[in-house]
């Protein structure tokens, strides 16, 4: 019952075991707590705090497209589950199944969302009349649950904080339009907020969603050399239309289906930032995500006009940036440790000395490289070097993806990558589901995405020689 | 399936049938819409906007008081919900049991949330060890599931959206003032920023919340007469402690128990605010509410130079409120209808005419009235106006709310008071809770709250006449 409170202490290192370091490293950073409900995990402060973060840029983001937010039921009838074939098969083996409302068995068994396109689609179908009512653009905020036997904080959890955006089109144009669109949304907040570059291309049909024309994704590294699937949407032509007959009357007064999308990021993401940036002392935060930005801890804190001076530094600084004082009663060196496993990207140190000599050091989260400053140079430095953190986190991050991804001409090279590296591989892929299976079973990697920046590495199948028809990323995959 | 697109037809007056013009204006306001699944609705653009302003700054107020947010699993394991026993008794009738994940039956059932205290206890069971860890001031937003047998839009629905504070802390005189604090900050917001009045008490034992030690409210009146709970704020002592074993070590080595508190608002606010603000013509929101302050309607848009003057004009004033341009090809007639419905609270009329004379015409939700304003004076006149008509929905809500409330020293009185008035009844009560039943059972009339001002109207109780206790707001309540 009794919590470890030693934050301080080793974590595993990320070379010695990487799956017990990203543990290590969510339970320290008190990013979340395991629960009574298998599966389940509490978000606690410092980890809530950044999805309020990724939230509030996303959602600014979405709203400057034109999208606005709205609430569904968290409850599906079975009957509306099922009118989608395809769909209903994807998920009905991972959904939850709520039998008994208070006292009393339901009519109809109704399952927890697992995702909100049947419930968007029974909705739609009432309020598409004509031409006039189009676009629907719509998204919300929620928690869906997927029966997960395996779980992961973040990666893979029973149920999972995301958003799910939900669009209604008159033409298939437009709706391919908004597919994209939303998949660069995503990518430049992946690569401009979280400091994490993303390959962006289109899932073959066998990966793709459950019901869906096509699937766009964007796909990170992490630092062991595996994919992070980081971001979806997908274009559902009028399969859904037809299915809930969702038609509008067009201007010529003739009646169309609808063409539909949808596009969803989780706290996952949260899971994606560890793994891109964090290290063998814990968290490394970008700072535009990062909850806390500089936290300024006062040195000999008990003398005179020590702790005053932090607190001047605070209110200065907390005009530009997210700022706090540690003055609690440990000693520096833990506070140094806490606020490195926390990943709060800039420390400032100032005590007697510091004061005497009118400045303070600065400490860099990401390169540990310590900066002398002047008090009253202090509030431009830190704003730039806040701006210099995120740039360089995210060139890390680029420089990392690309020494990591490797061109796989035939199956030897694939199966010797595998063996020796880590990483993405390009190669040549025929197009069958056959060989994109037999390639799992023997490697464990998958199709990543059909990259839009195709390249022609070869005009054969890695796997079975015949003529290739697309470049493919592969990897083993979260 | 068509939808009615008619905002501007007549909706039912409040006189004639006040249930049915609620039901008119939350459908034709388009805040919210019925759905497949029974008891639950969607939170339509309109709808959702309003909780987005009413998150937003309550989040606000909560984290100026130290409130950190988490997010805890929707599901409570029925062994885990059975753990406080008047708790237990009190929801288990009303919550959404899970028995299946996917394909297989669960070993032990799991509930949809109603509530989350038993998840918290179970979080600070682990996370409490000493008194440094204290207080734990941690908040959700989240939606919760009460089973209800008959519904209505924002008041009760079987699933709904809120916010649920949960606090431990070292003493029982620590806990009574956070449970005091938050219902001071739910009161403050809701005349502040919702411009709706209420009263402040204590909830009489019958009424209080499943497990609570005390409960507190905030009681509103609406136009009808009848009251409406909008918000609670419960202290636990040491009852859920002890249930959950969770103890600190105090600073001089002893094991304690914490104590505790609870709080929430939901969106039963937005019904709040409809039936304050509310006329025969639709929505009234309050400036501060309001997603759009300010609608600007062009009259004979086709004319050269009039799009471009709203245009302009929402340029200027989107520095200082939020203002959109309806420059929709309907006629001026039907947007102002639909401004009207939707409760805008500031429209501004601008056509040929005006450009010339170089002025507009503002024209008032709450009173209708109209005012010209030359364009020059037009943004610090509508920043003065949004001001004023706060101020004056908050003055108007609160003298009808002092009209009907009214004293009753007996039975007589209060049984007349009843038949032929509506509102708050301020009578003296035994403290008996047999008392309090034969009352509701006869008329209907439930205790609302034992308010902290305190009048002596008589010495003896207005219902069986023995020696009174305490001063009680009767109503009818929704």
Redesign the interface.
Same mark, same amino acid.
């Given at each position: 019952? #009794?919590?470890d409170?030693k934050l301080v202490e080793q974590i595993t290192s990320m070379e010695e075991d990487f799956a017990q370091w990203y543990t290590d490293v969510v339970l320290k950073a008190e990013l979340i707590?395991y629960? $009574?409900?298998k599966g !389940?995990?509490? *978000?606690?402060?410092a980890g &809530? #705090?950044i =999805?309020?973060n990724i939230q509030r840029q996303l959602d600014d983001r979405f709203k400057e497209t034109g999208v606005?937010?709205? &609430?569904?039921?968290?409850?599906?009838?079975e009957s *509306?589950l099922q009118k989608e074939k395809d769909h209903v098969e994807g998920f009905a083996?991972?959904? #939850? =199944?709520?039998?008994? @409302? @208070? *006292?009393n068995p339901l009519q109809e068994r109704?399952c927890?969302r697992p995702t909100s396109e049947t419930?968007f689609c029974?909705?739609y $179908?009432?309020?598409?009349?004509s031409y006039r009512?189009l676009p629907k653009v &719509?998204n919300q905020w !929620?928690?869906v649950?997927r =029966?997960e036997k395996e779980t992961r904080p973040f990666l893979r959890s029973?149920?999972f *904080?995301w958003q799910e955006g939900h669009t209604a089109h008159a033409t298939a144009e437009e709706a391919e339009e908004r597919t994209i669109q939303m998949l660069n949304v995503y990518a430049d907040f992946c690569e401009q907020v979280l400091a994490m570059p993303v390959i962006k291309g289109r899932k073959t049909d066998k990966e793709k969603f459950a019901g869906a024309e096509a699937t766009y994704t964007i796909e990170a590294l992490m630092h062991d050399g595996k994919a992070l699937q980081s971001g979806t949407s997908h274009n559902f032509g009028d399969g859904f239309a037809r299915a809930f007959?969702i038609q509008y009357t067009d201007s010529d007064n003739k009646l169309q289906y609808v063409h539909q999308t949808s596009w969803g990021m989780s706290t996952r993401l949260i899971g994606g930032i560890i793994m891109v940036h964090g290290d063998d002392s814990g968290l490394v935060l970008p700072p535009r995500i990062a909850p806390v930005q500089v936290m300024i801890v006062p040195i000999m804190q008990k003398k005179e006009g020590v702790l005053e001076k932090a607190d001047e530094l605070m209110k200065t600084l907390s005009k530009s940036c997210r700022v706090k004082v540690d003055a609690s009663d440990k000693n520096p060196g833990y506070k140094f440790a806490e606020q490195e496993m926390r990943g709060i990207p800039l420390r400032v140190e100032v005590g007697p000395k510091d004061i005497e000599a009118g400045q303070a050091v600065v400490v860099r989260r990401d390169t540990r490289e310590k900066i002398t400053v002047a008090f009253e140079e202090l509030e431009a430095k830190i704003a730039e070097l806040l701006e210099t953190i995120q740039n360089d986190m995210l060139e890390r991050a680029r420089k990392h993806r690309n020494d990591n991804t490797h061109v796989a001409k035939d199956w030897n090279e694939f199966t010797d990558i595998l063996e020796k590296k880590q990483g993405f591989i390009k190669a040549m892929w025929c197009g069958e589901e056959s060989c994109e299976i037999a390639i799992k079973e023997e490697t464990g990697a998958t199709t990543r995405c059909m990259p839009f920046d195709q390249e022609e590495i070869s005009n054969v199948c890695v796997h079975c020689g015949k003529p290739a028809k697309k470049m493919v990323y592969f990897g083993k995959a979260y």
């Amino acid at each position: 019952m #009794a919590k470890d409170k030693k934050l301080v202490e080793q974590i595993t290192s990320m070379e010695e075991d990487f799956a017990q370091w990203y543990t290590d490293v969510v339970l320290k950073a008190e990013l979340i707590d395991y629960t $009574s409900v298998k599966g !389940c995990m509490v *978000l606690k402060p410092a980890g &809530y #705090a950044i =999805w309020e973060n990724i939230q509030r840029q996303l959602d600014d983001r979405f709203k400057e497209t034109g999208v606005e937010n709205v &609430y569904l039921p968290m409850f599906i009838p079975e009957s *509306l589950l099922q009118k989608e074939k395809d769909h209903v098969e994807g998920f009905a083996p991972e959904v #939850a =199944w709520v039998t008994h @409302g @208070g *006292l009393n068995p339901l009519q109809e068994r109704i399952c927890v969302r697992p995702t909100s396109e049947t419930l968007f689609c029974d909705f739609y $179908s009432k309020e598409v009349e004509s031409y006039r009512d189009l676009p629907k653009v &719509y998204n919300q905020w !929620c928690s869906v649950v997927r =029966w997960e036997k395996e779980t992961r904080p973040f990666l893979r959890s029973r149920e999972f *904080l995301w958003q799910e955006g939900h669009t209604a089109h008159a033409t298939a144009e437009e709706a391919e339009e908004r597919t994209i669109q939303m998949l660069n949304v995503y990518a430049d907040f992946c690569e401009q907020v979280l400091a994490m570059p993303v390959i962006k291309g289109r899932k073959t049909d066998k990966e793709k969603f459950a019901g869906a024309e096509a699937t766009y994704t964007i796909e990170a590294l992490m630092h062991d050399g595996k994919a992070l699937q980081s971001g979806t949407s997908h274009n559902f032509g009028d399969g859904f239309a037809r299915a809930f007959n969702i038609q509008y009357t067009d201007s010529d007064n003739k009646l169309q289906y609808v063409h539909q999308t949808s596009w969803g990021m989780s706290t996952r993401l949260i899971g994606g930032i560890i793994m891109v940036h964090g290290d063998d002392s814990g968290l490394v935060l970008p700072p535009r995500i990062a909850p806390v930005q500089v936290m300024i801890v006062p040195i000999m804190q008990k003398k005179e006009g020590v702790l005053e001076k932090a607190d001047e530094l605070m209110k200065t600084l907390s005009k530009s940036c997210r700022v706090k004082v540690d003055a609690s009663d440990k000693n520096p060196g833990y506070k140094f440790a806490e606020q490195e496993m926390r990943g709060i990207p800039l420390r400032v140190e100032v005590g007697p000395k510091d004061i005497e000599a009118g400045q303070a050091v600065v400490v860099r989260r990401d390169t540990r490289e310590k900066i002398t400053v002047a008090f009253e140079e202090l509030e431009a430095k830190i704003a730039e070097l806040l701006e210099t953190i995120q740039n360089d986190m995210l060139e890390r991050a680029r420089k990392h993806r690309n020494d990591n991804t490797h061109v796989a001409k035939d199956w030897n090279e694939f199966t010797d990558i595998l063996e020796k590296k880590q990483g993405f591989i390009k190669a040549m892929w025929c197009g069958e589901e056959s060989c994109e299976i037999a390639i799992k079973e023997e490697t464990g990697a998958t199709t990543r995405c059909m990259p839009f920046d195709q390249e022609e590495i070869s005009n054969v199948c890695v796997h079975c020689g015949k003529p290739a028809k697309k470049m493919v990323y592969f990897g083993k995959a979260y």
